[in-house]
């Protein structure tokens, strides 16, 4: 499946039981970052927009933060001979190794500057187990380790959750999955994300599988007054 194919919802406009899940709007994935999505900083202005309709209507906004060790394990810079890109399937890790990114108190590791970060009400971080990272805002790399993102949620009496961000084929993908998988509504906004597209087929099957477990596909000019 291609963006092009992708069947749009509407939703109507946010209410009770809903929520906003931003995904790693931080300097590492933003161009010019170690780790750069292409047209990463165009959905910002548009991000903040969704930030501040589900803030006015006191509906949660939870923010995700990439936050490595210096020696994380998804870094190619980890293994000897190998390269950013290179396949790597390991527990935990993989399917590809990374550049050194998002390094605990690193300016890559810091939302960007122009990221409205007064409107979240939670910031969540994730993947700072040296041996296991974490693509998903819910659950790390080894199936097992919770972020605590599902309890903030469900304390929040969320049932809906809308999911935006960086990358749409890795974090927001497995974010969006994951929501599915433990029982909520997802909704995910893709003009207010963009992919990292490697290896190649990663956004077609990213959305195929986000498809094929019901995941709901809306435009944030739907969610926006006019």
């Excluded at 209410?15 to 750069?36: C, E, K």
């Excluded at 993908?173 to 994300?193: K, M, N, W």
Aim: charged residues 25%.
């Amino acid at each position: 499946m291609k963006l092009k194919d992708l069947v749009y919802v509407k939703t109507g406009n946010p209410a009770s039981g809903d929520a906003l899940a931003v995904i790693d709007m931080q300097n590492d994935f933003i161009p010019g970052g170690a780790l750069a999505v292409r047209e990463g900083d165009v959905i910002i202005e548009g991000i903040n927009r969704v930030m501040e309709l589900f803030n006015r209507s006191d509906l949660p906004v939870v923010l995700t933060q990439d936050w490595h060790p210096a020696d994380h394990r998804s870094f190619a810079s980890a293994h000897p001979g190998m390269s950013p890109y290179d396949p790597f399937d390991a527990q935990g890790i993989g399917p590809v190794l990374w550049p050194d990114h998002c390094v605990q108190g690193s300016h890559g590791a810091s939302f960007h500057k122009d990221l409205e970060t007064r409107l979240a009400h939670a910031v969540i971080r994730k993947g700072y187990h040296r041996d296991i990272d974490s693509y998903s805002g819910f659950l790390e790399n080894d199936g097992k380790t919770r972020t605590g993102l599902d309890g903030y949620l469900r304390d929040r009496g969320t049932r809906r959750l809308f999911v935006c961000g960086l990358a749409l084929d890795y974090c927001v993908f497995f974010t969006a999955s994951h929501g599915r998988d433990l029982g909520y509504e997802v909704c995910v906004i893709p003009d207010l994300a963009r992919p990292v597209g490697s290896p190649p087929d990663s956004l077609s099957s990213a959305l195929d599988t986000m498809s094929g477990k019901g995941v709901r596909f809306v435009r944030s000019g739907d969610l926006l007054p006019g």
